[in-house]
Each structure stands twice: as structure tokens, then as C-alpha cells.
């Protein structure tokens, strides 16, 4: 049975797209059932209602609160049967409540290898800007499980890419992006499969 993944981003999609890419290809036993976006004009909306997955359009500024948007997440997770909640390029925290109960099925990538660069306002170019203004040899991507803390949860998979001298943050993220296509489906793919094991911060099984 294919894996009921609801999948958010708030930007471009490119990471959704390799996603939508990898299952037709049938390399990816996974069903993208429900897309969530916080920005209606992102072009991850576009590539959702190509691909003929709902789509739910919810931000926190909807809400009289914090519990009633977390209650409407829920509610729409709960909808669709989600097992597994995929961030790819979501630019929001997830409402506490949602982490609880998702606990080790939120996965998210994160364009850094953290812990270094990772945390609250890190998040895409600006990983990238800190990486080349700190003088980082290495560069990469973590895949990993999503907890309370921001970039924090265990961490499935790391794969390193290297800083050019010639590296501004356009080339890095480039770099960085074309090995995240390769390799957050297989990190899917290993939790749809049953491979992976966690044991506290650590995870084993082959991604
Ligand atoms: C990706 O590089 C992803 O790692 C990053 O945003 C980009 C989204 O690109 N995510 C974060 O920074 C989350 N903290 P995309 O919309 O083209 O997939």
C-alpha cells in the first residue's frame, strides 16, 4: 500500500515537482493525497492542481488563533488518511499540536548541514548567504524528522555538496538543490518501506 503523504511548501516546488517526478516514474511508493500551501500565489499550487492533487490553501493569519488553525490542519490531515507529512520548502513552523501528533511521521529538508545554520530565519537563501559569509568549505542538505524545535528532530540523512570560491548564493543553492531532487525521495521512499528505525536522536536503516 502506497503511503498517504500530504506535502507543504510555501515557494517554487521544485523539490515537490522531483517528488511527483520520482512516484510517476514508479520509483516512489507514495501518494501525494492533499498539498498545503501558506501562499496562494506559490507556484507549488500550480504544479499541485497539475498533478490533480487537492490542495488546501491555510495560513496562521486565517485564524482567531493558533489552536483554531491547528484544529483545521488536523481536521484536513485526518480528511485524508495523512500517514507521513512531507516539507518541502515550507517556510512555517507547524502549530505544536500537529508536531505532537504526527510525532516521527514529519519529515522535512533542510538546505544546510545542521546543526550549523539551521534555526529560526534560516531558511532558504539565507542558509546559503551565512554558509559563504561564514567561509564554509562544505555545504549540503539534511533530511530529517521534525520536532518542536526548529531544524532539530533526528536526522535521517546528510549529504554533503562543496562551497566554490566562486559561490555566491544563487550558485550554492543550485548545488544544493539538485541534490536535494536526488535524495529526499529516497528518504520516502525508506520510510514507506519500513527501513527506517529510531532509537532517541538517532536513525538507522539504509536511505
Ligand atoms: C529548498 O532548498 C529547501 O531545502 C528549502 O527551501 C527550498 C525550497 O525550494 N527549505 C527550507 O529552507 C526550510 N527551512 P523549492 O520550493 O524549489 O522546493
Known amino acids: 500500500m502506497a503511503l498517504r503523504c500530504a506535502v507543504f511548501a510555501s515557494g517554487g516546488g521544485s523539490n515537490f515537482q522531483a517528488l511527483i517526478d520520482r512516484k510517476n516514474a514508479g520509483d516512489l511508493d507514495a501518494e501525494f493525497v492533499l498539498f498545503v500551501g501558506n501562499n496562494s500565489s506559490a ?3 500550480d504544479k499541485a492542481r497539475t498533478a490533480s492533487i487537492p490542495t488546501l490553501h491555510i495560513a496562521p493569519s486565517h485564524f482567531e488563533s493558533e489552536s483554531l488553525y491547528a484544529k483545521k490542519l488536523l481536521e484536513s490531515l485526518e ?11 515550507y517556510m512555517r513552523k507547524l502549530p505544536s499540536e500537529v508536531v505532537l501528533r504526527y510525532h516521527h511521521r514529519i519529515v522535512n529538508i533542510h ?30 542538505i539534511t533530511i530529517h524528522f521534525v520536532d518542536e524545535e526548529y531544524d532539530h528532530g ?22 544544493v538543490l539538485t541534490v536535494e531532487h536526488g535524495n529526499y525521495w529516497k528518504a520516502i521512499q525508506a520510510i514507506a518501506c519500513g527501513r527506517i528505525r529510531i532509537e532517541g536522536r538517532r536513525v538507522f536503516g539504509n536511505v
Do not use: C, W
Open 43 to 45: 507556484a507549488a499550487f
Open 79 to 89: 480528511e485524508y488518511n495523512v500517514e507521513l507529512i512531507v516539507l518541502a520548502g
Open 111 to 140: 538546505p544546510g548541514l545542521l546543526p550549523a545554520f539551521g534555526g529560526k530565519g534560516m531558511y532558504g537563501s539565507h542558509v546559503h548567504d551565512a554558509v559563504i559569509e561564514y567561509g564554509a568549505k562544505v555545504s549540503g
Open 154 to 175: 533526528p536526522i535521517i540523512a546528510q549529504i554533503t555538496v562543496p562551497v566554490m570560491d566562486s559561490d555566491d548564493s544563487h550558485a550554492l543553492a543550485e548545488r
